[in-house]
């Protein structure tokens, strides 16, 4: 029960702002995505088509072959926890709220739910609305994981949670992928900490795809060449540098493009070191433009 996502020319628009502009892609199911994309990308509009929350401008988003909007039966089987908690209603208690998801998904997972309001520490009989922030996100991520829906999407939902619960927010999706597996779609700032879940990471720029691809393929795009100062500044020098850091009289120099085997050989025979490159560093790159927001 692992559906594929097929969206065809999707392009959505508020006004003016072309906010999606003519996407496409494929995601078989059974994966864990990141969605990558600076401010203003377009991540939390394709998130919401994706869901059947918004009808497209133009253009199609399919489950399983079947278009989302309007079609209960496909929504059924998707999950969209949103940074602004979108779980329930902020009067509600936690209680009520899990009550009302186990009548409304067809997967949920009682027992689960009630395990991960343990693990996370969230007072059940309070309300919604008088959780912390970072409490109300790590809510959020129990009904996403509890719902066990089969195509379980995440749009900045770690906002607020402090680093320890982040962790256990990701070997929780982690374990729970394992364990059964389905689609998981991560829209994240936080690159570097969240890239180790991914298997493939789609990057949108300025309402189009910008890369589509496994993250082993976007790390391979990158290396970090380490060595002593002048000799990694002359293997360097007709490369793409995105830039460096020196420690004493070693520097470290982040080069874009891939390397082959005589290129590496070549370092290796100069004394360097060649390493992975942080996807954070190459998204920067890659999404490097005129500013943040359109
Ligand atoms: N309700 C709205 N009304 C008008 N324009 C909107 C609305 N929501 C989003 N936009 C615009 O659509 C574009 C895409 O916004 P979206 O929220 O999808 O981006 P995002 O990638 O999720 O950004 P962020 O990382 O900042 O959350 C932006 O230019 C934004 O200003």
Known sequence: MTPTIDVADLSYRYGTTLALDGVNFSLPGGKIYGLLGRNGAGKTTLLSALAGFRKPSAGT??????????????????????ESSNVGDRSDTLHDILDFARRLRPGWDAAYAARLVEKFELPSRTKLGELSR?????????VGLASRAPVTMFDEAHLGMDAPTRQAFADELLQAFLEQPRTFVVSTHLIEEQSPLFERVLI?????????????????????????????????????????????????????????????AAARAAGLDLGPMAVQDLFTHLTRSTGGAR
């Open 61 to 82: 988003v399919r489950i399983d072959g079947q278009p989302v909007f309007e079609n209960a039966q496909v929504v059924r089987q998707v999950c969209l926890i949103q």
């Open 204 to 264: 949108l720029h300025e309402g189009r795809v910008l890369l589509h691809e496994d993250l082993d393929d976007l790390r391979a795009r990158g290396v970090a060449v380490t060595g002593p100062a002048a000799t990694v500044d002359d293997f360097v020098a007709d490369l793409t540098v995105l830039g460096d850091q020196r420690l004493g009289p070693t520097k470290s120099a982040m080069v874009y493009g891939e390397f082959d085997d005589e290129r590496r």
């Open 134 to 142: 970072g409490q109300r996100s790590a809510f959020g991520i129990v």
